[in-house]
Nanobody, 127 residues
Framework: QLQLVESGGGSVQAGGSLTLSCVASGLTYRPGCMAWFRQAPGKEREGVAAVSPGGGITYYAHSVKGRFTISRDYAPDTVSLLMNGLKPEDTAMYHC????????????????????WGQGTQVTVSS
């Protein structure tokens, strides 16, 4: 069973940067689509960014496009999220997610698509 472990969260001031990492383990094959979601208190979990199995195709939510960059490395399978220009509204628990198949523009933000989830890492941005 695939296990996902996130790291890199913390507290920063508005305009600052953080890099989140998620290491995947427990499978003998490469995971499919990998993504970052976030959930703020009292709000629904929302998709932030996703990357295809080969790393060449990426997707971003409108709210983070141009500020966040998702990337993927292998051996071990790792997905990272570089977050620049952080805003107080970016404050949330960030979760890594993985599926068995590739991403798609029509469904990468759907929570039900992903089979594996990490426990999350907290990001807090102060004004």
């Amino acid at each position: 069973q695939l296990q996902l472990v996130e790291s890199g969260g913390g507290s920063v001031q508005a305009g600052g940067s953080l890099t989140l990492s998620c290491v995947a383990s427990g499978l003998t094959y490469r995971p499919g689509c990998m993504a970052w979601f976030r959930q703020a208190p009292g709000k629904e979990r929302e998709g932030v960014a996703a990357v295809s199995p080969g790393g060449g195709i990426t997707y971003y939510a409108h709210s983070v496009k141009g500020r966040f960059t998702i990337s993927r490395d292998y051996a071990p399978d790792t997905v990272s999220l570089l977050m620049n220009g952080l805003k107080p509204e970016d404050t949330a628990m960030y979760h890594c997610a993985a599926d068995d198949i590739g991403c798609g523009s029509g469904h990468w933000q759907l929570i039900g698509v992903y089979k594996s989830w990490g426990q999350g890492t907290q990001v807090t941005v102060s004004s």
